[in-house]
């Protein structure tokens, strides 16, 4: 059995490029926002079908995965994708140039050698200007793991800048527009991006990525069934039911199926056995790492599950669900916990005082 299946989604593809509009109503000029667990097949999505969509609609498509290298900082990550598209258009550049000539150097100034335009210094907002301005095209930047860009100042600063870079091309008079796609594998943790008057993009709203369909369950199943005798071909019904239940992940499925095929049992009881194997060891493995906990840091993790991005640790009403017999603790205590459980993995600070779970399994295996 293959251990991978692409199966094409163009009409999700089409969903997505027709949302990048001006239109006030159909359109996410604002920026879009997608969040999907990780391993659902989101990246090869956005690298097989959107991407190749609309650079067939005309346009110019920039992508960045801020989990490509994380030894890198997300900031210097973004500037280089931008410094490659602009180094791409380097003809139109230098046509424009002979006519316009531009610079300018502030906030994450970088500068780029192109072979034709020459030396070309400015801001990231001043790249993505000249980029359309050059070329008379639309520009799409899509950031994967876009919440990664929030471990760094650079990182944060390079999403601020984004945004002005947005602002200062839709709302000129050029001809094409700049739209902004970012992804997430963690939907509170993308959610950082927008949540509050000190988030970048404030106002914009999180959606939930398209999950594979019925369509890769089919294929799969007529993959597998292809090499099976006529007596032991299994259910698509079967295979889709799995599929949802362990989150739509493609690894997770072929594991369970590849165990059942080389095992001593098959069929439907076997299928389920195995998912339901596959689903209580992953829960088992974090609520045993839980256990060893203090109450304290137990009792923030279940807050936390519960209030999402919303959760806020010191305020009074908080601290009092947080304590045994509706004794509060003290900010301190909360603050040591807190920072006891960003040590070992299991929560992450988007910003000052704020804080979500590191994975949204935790948040599962804890709801039960």
Not at 126 to 147: F, H
Not at 178 to 188: E, N, P
Request: proline share 5%; net charge neutral.
């Amino acid at each position: 059995m293959a251990t991978s299946l692409f199966v094409p989604r163009p009409e999700e593809a089409a969903r997505i490029a027709d949302l990048l509009t001006p239109d006030p109503l159909f359109g996410e000029i604002a920026g879009l926002f997608l969040a999907a667990p990780r391993r659902t097949g989101k990246s090869t999505f956005l690298r097989r079908d959107l991407m190749p969509l609309l650079q067939e609609q005309g346009r110019i498509v920039l992508y960045v995965d801020l989990w490509a290298d994380r030894e890198v900082d997300p900031g210097k990550l973004i500037v280089t994708c931008i410094a490659r598209a602009l180094e791409e258009s380097d003809g139109p550049i230098a046509k424009l140039r002979r006519n316009v000539p531009f610079s300018g150097v502030g906030a994450l100034g970088f500068r780029v050698e192109l072979k034709s335009a020459g030396t070309w210094e400015g801001t990231i907002p001043d790249a993505l200007l000249l980029l359309v301005k050059a070329t008379g095209k639309d520009v799409v930047m899509i950031v994967d793991e876009a919440q990664h860009s929030l471990i760094s100042e650079t990182g944060k600063n390079a999403m601020f800048a984004l945004k002005a870079a947005r602002d200062a091309v839709n709302q000129s008079d050029l001809e094409g527009k700049l739209y902004l796609v970012m992804t997430g594998s963690h939907r509170d943790k993308l959610a950082a991006l927008v949540h509050d008057h000190q988030a970048p993009f404030f106002g914009a709203s999180v959606r939930d990525f398209p999950p594979l369909g019925r369509e890769y369950t089919a294929a799969l199943t007529g993959h597998l069934n292809a090499r099976l005798a006529d007596n032991a071909k299994l259910d698509p019904d079967l295979v889709e039911a799995a599929f949802d239940r362990l989150g739509r992940r493609p690894e997770r499925l072929n594991a369970c199926l590849r165990e059942m095929i080389l095992g001593t049992e098959f069929g439907e009881a076997a299928l389920n056995k195995l998912v339901d194997a596959s689903i209580d060891a992953a829960r088992e493995q974090l609520l045993s790492e839980i256990s060893t906990l203090s109450d304290l840091q137990q009792a923030l993790l279940r807050r936390m599950a519960e209030d999402g991005i919303e959760f806020a640790p010191f305020t009074e009403a908080t601290r009092k669900r947080l304590g045994a017999q509706g004794k509060a603790p003290s900010k301190g205590a909360v603050q040591k916990a807190l920072n006891a459980l960003r040590d070992k993995g299991l929560v992450w600070r988007p910003g000052f005082g704020r804080y979500v779970l590191e994975s949204a399994e935790v948040a599962q295996a804890l709801r039960g």
